[in-house]
């Protein structure tokens, strides 16, 4: 199974911050990788699929970067509504697996 | 619009049985395939199974193959995740998810709001 780990697991940030999530994977996935958002109590939404590509509806203060093993999830001018936790996964190859997370908290 | 609603969640006894249903609306539901993702109490997110359009191909982690079944029904537009010989490991939100195929790959789009199996004597 190829694993996925974030860093950090948690960070603590100001409204109007910019924050960097990294995402590495033990092997090359090329492009297969998803970000995603959750709220407490909430279902995961997709913010980044193909590591790069917005999805629809999400705010483009969102941006993800990366190929291959190392990955990037920046949130520009964070808002209070993104405070939250990420999870990036892979699509490479079945099992799909998710990183660990990273929770963003309010400074 | 999509929505995907599980049910069927619930407190059930180790090596106890228990069948969760996942129902689809708003989308060609016979174009995708479907995932269930579980989430354990405070933990991440473990992606468990998917089924393909037609059902006719499966597949499952390692830690609950053999022992979980996932089905579908299109003409109910439905996916069904049998669970058996339970135990406390597997206790968790599972959610059902669209999964979405593109020249970008698969990604999770659409997800339901999780039902939670508690598992416990």
């Known amino acids: 199974d190829i694993q996925m780990t974030q860093s950090p697991s948690s960070l603590s940030a100001s409204v109007g911050d910019r924050v960097t999530i990294t995402c590495g994977a033990n092997e090359s996935i090329e492009n297969y990788l998803n970000w995603y958002q959750q709220k407490p109590g909430k279902a995961p939404k997709l913010l980044i699929f193909g590591a790069s590509s917005l999805e629809s509806g999400v705010p483009s203060r969102f941006s993800g970067s990366g190929s291959g093993t190392d990955f990037t999830l920046t949130l520009n001018s964070l808002q209070p509504e993104d405070f939250a936790t990420y999870y990036c996964q892979q699509s490479y190859s079945t099992p799909w697996t998710f990183g660990q997370g990273t929770r963003v908290e309010i400074k | 619009q999509v929505q995907l609603v599980e049910s069927g969640g619930g407190l059930v006894k180790p090596g106890g049985s228990l069948t969760l249903s996942c129902t689809a609306s708003g989308f060609i539901f016979d174009d995708f395939y479907i995932s269930w993702i579980r989430q354990a109490p405070e933990k991440g997110l473990e992606w468990i199974s998917h089924i393909n359009n037609s059902g006719k191909t499966t597949y499952y982690t390692d830690s609950v193959k053999g022992r979980f079944t996932v089905s579908r029904d299109n003409a109910k537009n439905s996916v069904y995740l049998q669970m058996k010989s339970l135990r406390g490991a597997d206790t968790a939100i599972y959610f059902c998810?669209?999964?979405?195929?593109?020249?970008?790959?698969?990604?999770?789009?659409?997800w339901g709001q999780g039902t939670l199996v508690a598992v416990s004597s």
């Open positions: 998810a669209r999964q979405y195929y593109d020249g970008s790959g698969f990604r999770l789009d659409y």
